[in-house]
Structures are given as structure tokens and as C-alpha cells.
């Protein structure tokens, strides 16, 4: 049975693209952490973070290795700010049959450009599929989402995927991950 949810994440002013950063506490790159998603321009590198977000990150394994996110469509895209994901009924009020997960927040690091946060809906304990990736630096989710990965390449083909228009971000003709899968 497919969980309904709505997701919310605060409304973001367009702010300046920075360069990608990983935290020192960033654990050494592992085929076992390491996820391919496939995109139409090219194939974007992300290395999960266990040290931050164990959890999360079993959870985003699991689903991976289910082929849960081919197909899946970035449903919300603000420019700016982030692509939204993992919900194959693409309407955002959608997730796995996965019980959710509690919120693992952390200041160990930030939400930075290429960073990967768990969306939610106000209940902090709501993440089940949906993601997001963030286009620039996003402060104001520090401490208030789950961070559990960082893009390491092809950030280049994240920046192609189709934005959505106004504050809603819903997206016409949206983007598709072709395949998401682990290195290992």
C-alpha cells in the first residue's frame, strides 16, 4: 500500500550556485554507499552518508536496489534551490510501502550544493522515498531536514533537469531518472 503523504519544504529564494563541498566527516567513497542515477543528459555520482543518516541511507539502498526510482520524475523543481523526486505517482502526496523513517538530523554538516536531503511532510519522522538534491547552498535547512548524501559528479546534469515554474515548482514535461542504482 502506497503511504500518502504530502510533502512540504519551505519556499527559497534564488541564491547564487557555489561549488560542491564534502564535510571532512565525509567517510571514504564505497561501491556499498555509492549510487549511480542515471539521467537523460548523463549519469550523476552520489556517495550516501551513513555517518550521518544511517538510517535514511538503508532506507534509500533498499529502494534503490528495488528499482523503486526508474521512472520516477523530478515532480517539483525550483530554480535555485532543489529538485524534488521518489514518488512514482509524481504528485508529491506519494512514497514505498517502507515504513517511514525517523528524521536524523545533524550539524555535522550542511545542506550545500549537490547536497541530498529527505523530504518530509510538517512530521519530522515522515521521510519514506521522496528526496531532493539542492541546486545551492540552503542554510535554512540545516538541522530541519535529514542529509544523507552528496552528489560527487555530473552536478552539471542535475543543473539540465527541467525547473518547474513559481513558488510551487510543479514541473509540465517533467525530467525522469532513467535508472538509479548502487556501484555495488
Not at 84 to 97: A, L, M, R, V, Y
Not at 143 to 148: D, E, M, V
Amino acid at each position: 500500500m502506497i503511504i500518502r503523504r504530502r510533502t512540504l519544504l519551505a519556499a527559497a529564494a534564488s541564491t547564487p550556485l557555489a561549488g560542491v563541498f564534502m564535510s571532512e566527516s565525509a567517510s571514504a567513497a564505497s561501491p556499498s554507499n555509492t549510487i549511480h542515477l542515471t539521467l537523460p543528459f548523463g549519469v550523476v555520482t552520489i556517495e550516501l552518508r551513513p555517518d550521518l543518516a544511517p538510517k535514511t541511507c538503508e532506507q534509500i539502498r533498499t529502494l534503490t536496489a528495488r528499482g523503486f526510482y526508474d521512472g520516477c520524475e523530478f515532480f517539483r523543481v525550483i530554480a535555485g534551490f532543489m529538485a524534488q523526486t521518489g514518488d512514482p505517482s509524481n504528485t508529491g502526496t506519494g512514497g514505498s510501502n517502507l515504513p517511514n523513517v525517523p528524521a536524523e538530523f545533524t550539524d555535522k554538516a550542511k545542506f550545500l550544493t549537490g547536497s541530498l536531503g529527505m523530504a518530509r511532510t510538517a512530521d519530522p519522522n515522515s521521510g519514506n522515498s521522496q528526496f531532493f538534491i539542492c541546486f545551492a547552498p540552503a542554510a535554512w535547512l540545516d538541522g530541519q531536514y535529514t542529509l544523507f548524501g552528496q552528489v560527487t559528479a555530473g552536478m552539471d546534469f542535475v543543473d539540465q533537469i527541467k525547473k518547474g515554474q513559481g513558488q510551487s515548482g510543479r514541473v509540465t514535461d517533467p525530467t525522469k531518472i532513467i535508472k538509479m542504482e548502487l556501484a555495488a
